[in-house]
């Protein structure tokens, strides 16, 4: 089934060791998304992908960078995870055509546990 | 500034019950408006959504109620069950570039057995 994929779904770091999530879709879809969510919380958007182009929320912290190499894989790098970074990370994509904006899929999460 | 207030924040009821979440909007700019459901350690996922030219949209027991003038959306499950426990969000979204909807605060639901 086309979806969207997500790994680890675990991961654990130590304060301050850089750590690379990963997000990949078999959808073809054109806008790729990174969210932030922490525990009883809406998902917080931290940037997005409209085809290449790169959008970042004025609040994402300089801490987070992403990738995405390619229509098919993004990826959310954390350059000096702190305690506050622990949270779920959530990848999603859309579709968009013209005007026409078709909703979101997104994918498992991965946890990340900050030590 | 929240543009989509979501209530309440938390709802228990029993199974067979009608369990109500409402959300109300400001930006009039709106013209999309999702439901995902959330299960524990799951990314989000759409359940339902409706646009504004429409008043009722219903999907098997979900039904979305839309007020265009009040500016409100409400999402009623029908006979509901164990397995409707979750967190839903509402959401809102103008159109034409990226679609980045605006996300209400989530209620969580639980259904007793």
């Known amino acids: 089934d086309a979806m969207v994929i997500q790994n680890p779904r675990y991961q654990v770091t130590q304060f301050g060791k850089p750590v690379t999530l990963s997000c990949s879709q078999t959808l073809n879809h054109n806008v790729m998304y990174w969210y932030q969510q922490k525990s009883s919380q809406a998902p917080k958007l931290l940037f997005h992908y409209y085809d290449k182009d790169f959008n970042n929320e004025a609040d994402t912290p300089d801490n987070f960078q992403s990738r995405r190499p390619n229509t098919s894989f993004c990826f959310l790098d954390i350059r000096s995870p702190g305690l506050g970074d622990a949270a779920m990370y959530l990848c999603?994509?859309?579709?968009?055509?013209?005007?026409?904006?078709?909703?979101?899929?997104f994918g498992p999460g991965t946890r990340l546990t900050v030590t | 500034q929240q543009q989509v207030k979501q209530s309440p924040q938390s709802l228990i009821v029993q199974k067979g019950g009608i369990p109500i979440i409402n959300c109300a909007y400001e930006?009039?700019?709106?013209?999309?408006f999702p439901w995902y459901q959330q299960f524990p350690g799951k990314g989000p996922a759409l359940l339902i959504a409706?646009?504004?030219?429409?008043s009722e949209k219903k999907e098997g027991r979900f039904t979305i109620s839309f007020n265009k003038s009040a500016k409100q959306f409400s999402l009623h499950i029908m006979d509901s069950q164990p397995g409707d426990s979750a967190t839903y969000f509402c959401?809102?979204?103008?159109?034409?570039?990226?679609?980045?909807?605006?996300f209400g605060r989530g209620t969580s639901l639980i259904v007793h057995p």
């Open positions: 999603a994509t859309s579709r968009t055509s013209g005007t026409a904006s078709y909703e979101q899929y």
């Open positions: 930006n009039t700019a709106f013209d999309y």
């Open positions: 409706i646009r504004p030219d429409v």
């Open positions: 959401a809102a979204s103008i159109p034409g570039g990226s679609y980045i909807p605006t």
